[in-house]
């Protein structure tokens, strides 16, 4: 069975960083590329970013390129993304998902809860 | 950038009903078009890939069309579990979603 896991979330101040953590299970995980999509509260889905099998490959969104950095860990079937001068408009829930194959970025068919960032002084 | 839009962005309809979602491209995206229902506090679960393509375990009487930039899921007798927000996604250059459509009791 696929389960995605996220952890980290949690309230940091405007310029402040934060990583998130997904860990995978349940199938071969460097053979997919992985997404990260956000929510705000009461809001519509957000891509933000993706990464290859490989980790060799790496897309942002314009929100968040520069800021945002995407990783993974094959040998520990961990996918990362570590936020940095964090902003209010990047308050949201943060999903990692598993795409359907192992390019950059695919339709998601797998998807975990969730996590919360909240950017607030 | 390419930019998705979705209307109706609310719909009001009955159990039975056939619905019809339609999503715009801003640019051509080919077929590289995904559909997800979405209810509140849960994660997105994908419905249709590659526009037209039912994902395993989803109800047939959900279908996705088009190509391009012009794009519609259906929605075909309506049914209790069915009422949520649909979004479409691109994932021809990078990715992105459109604004959603809530599929609403009438």
């Known amino acids: 069975e696929v389960q995605l896991l996220e952890s980290g979330g949690g309230l940091v101040q405007p310029g402040g960083s934060l990583k998130l953590s997904c860990a995978a299970s349940?199938?071969?995980?460097?053979?997919?590329?992985m997404s990260w999509v956000r929510q705000a509260p009461g809001k519509g889905l957000e891509w933000v970013s993706g990464?290859?099998?490989?980790?060799?490959?790496?897309s942002y969104a314009d929100s968040v390129k520069g800021r945002f950095s995407t990783s993974r860990d094959n040998s520990k079937n961990m996918l990362f993304l570590e936020m940095n001068n964090l902003r209010a408009e990047d308050t949201a829930k943060y999903f990692c998902?598993?795409?359907?194959?192992?390019?950059?970025?695919?339709?998601?068919?797998?998807w975990g809860q969730g996590t919360l960032v909240a950017v607030s002084s | 950038d390419i930019q998705l839009t979705q209307s109706p962005s609310t719909l009001s309809a009955s159990v039975g009903d056939t619905v019809i979602i339609s999503c715009r491209a801003s640019?051509?995206?080919?077929?590289?078009l995904a559909w997800y229902q979405q209810k509140p506090g849960k994660a997105p679960k994908l419905l249709i890939y590659?526009?037209?393509g039912l994902e395993s375990g989803v109800p047939s009487r959900f279908s996705g069309s088009g190509s391009g930039t012009e794009f519609s899921l259906t929605i075909s007798s309506l049914q209790p579990d069915d009422f949520a927000t649909y979004y479409c996604?691109?994932?021809?250059?990078?990715?992105?979603f459109g604004g959603g459509t809530k599929v609403e009791i009438k």
């Open positions: 590659k526009a037209s």
């Open positions: 990464i290859s099998g490989s980790g060799g490959l790496t």
């Open positions: 640019q051509n995206i080919g077929t590289w």
């Open positions: 349940g199938f071969t995980f460097s053979s997919y590329s």
């Open positions: 996604q691109q994932y021809n250059s990078y990715s992105s």
């Open positions: 998902a598993k795409d359907g194959g192992p390019l950059l970025v695919g339709a998601s068919n797998y």
